[in-house]
């Protein structure tokens, strides 16, 4: 398979909420995404003036997506990693390492300081990122409240 690694553009939003419905709406998430809904997710994300964004394509194909904002702390700017989606029938292909360690690379050469995101607490998904070098953090915990 040919994969190829590129900005995000909004030609592929279509792409970019079926991909992410399709992703969320399996374990470990479990989301009962609608692909429309998810297309505006995306699309808000990227209408963020500090939005960064990757696709990959495989063999000419929309196969996943990385999409995140920065933003500006007293000690610099951090990047937040807001989705990370690959479509399931490219999974296990290497496609979010791909994606995970060219990202980094980029908002590293930006001048970034850090890179955070939030994930599932159980399942694959905490050791995939702890490959990559992240680590919980003792300094935070997330809070919400339901409306």
């Known amino acids: 398979m040919d994969f190829e690694i590129r900005s995000c553009t909004e030609q592929h939003l279509d792409e970019y909420g079926r991909i992410y419905a399709a992703a969320f709406s399996g374990e470990p998430w479990n989301d009962d995404w609608k692909e429309e809904d998810a297309r505006v997710h995306v699309q808000e994300l990227l209408a963020s003036e500090q939005a960064y964004g990757l696709e990959c394509l495989a063999d000419g194909k929309v196969a996943g997506f990385i999409l995140g904002t920065s933003m500006l702390f007293h000690y610099g700017r951090s990047f937040e990693i807001n989705d990370l989606a690959v479509d399931p029938a490219f999974q296990k292909n290497g496609i979010a390492t791909k994606l995970l360690e060219q990202c980094?690379?980029?908002?590293?050469a930006q001048g970034m300081k850090d890179v955070h995101l939030i994930t599932a607490g159980e399942?694959?998904?905490p050791a995939f990122y702890a490959k990559h070098g992240f680590r919980g953090e003792n300094k935070v915990i997330l809070m919400g409240r339901e409306l």
């Open 104 to 108: 980094i690379a980029d908002v590293k």
């Open 123 to 125: 399942g694959t998904l």
